[in-house]
């Protein structure tokens, strides 16, 4: 490693900013005709991206659906937990046939701020896999339904503790 690298990496860290990001949900329903039975749907937990120190460059951090954090930029990830929210559906038991859940999380990108009024971006919101977008239609008695989501994170982004929220929207047909 050169020595002028050396440098840029310990200017880096000395000049390290610390976030920490938690995004929470809200659930919308629309339930289309009469349900036969119970049948369930919930969301709990929040999308908690976690802390991050950036040497002012401008980068993202992605929290896939099972939790796991990846960068790009200068960006390192720190040791706070990234919790994401779990959304379950239960379908009408003692019935013929599955249900339609339609799912989306809206809206596409999300401002979140600081008690500054600092905001970042969250978007690329992911659902079941890190591949499925948040808008699909299933058929089905049970769906468990983990998300993910991008934070973009700005070159001159100031420090704090950043909070916001998104919709997660369902019909059951």
Do not use: W
């Not at 019935?95 to 999380?105: H, L, M, R, W, Y």
């Not at 690329?124 to 983990?146: D, E, G, Q, W, Y």
């Amino acid at each position: 490693m050169s020595a002028a690298h050396e440098q840029t990496q310990k200017r880096c860290l000395q000049s390290a900013l610390k976030r920490r990001v938690l995004l929470s949900s809200m659930a919308l329903a629309s339930l289309a005709g009469a349900p036969a039975q119970a049948q369930s749907f919930s969301c709990a937990g929040t999308l908690g991206f976690g802390d991050y120190t950036t040497c002012g460059l401008a980068g993202t951090a992605t929290l896939d659906v099972n939790g796991a954090r990846t960068t790009t930029g200068c960006i390192s990830a720190g040791s706070a937990p990234t919790p994401t929210p779990l959304c379950t559906f239960i379908g009408p038991l003692g019935t013929f046939g599955s249900p339609q859940i339609q799912f989306s999380v809206t809206p596409g990108s999300v401002a979140i701020q600081n008690s500054a009024l600092n905001t970042m971006k969250i978007n690329n919101f992911k659902c079941l896999t890190s591949s499925v977008a948040c808008n699909f239609t299933r058929t089905t008695m049970f769906l468990s339904i983990p998300i993910g989501a991008r934070l973009n994170i700005g070159a001159s982004q100031p420090a704090g503790s950043y909070s916001g929220s998104f919709t997660v929207n369902y019909v059951i047909n």
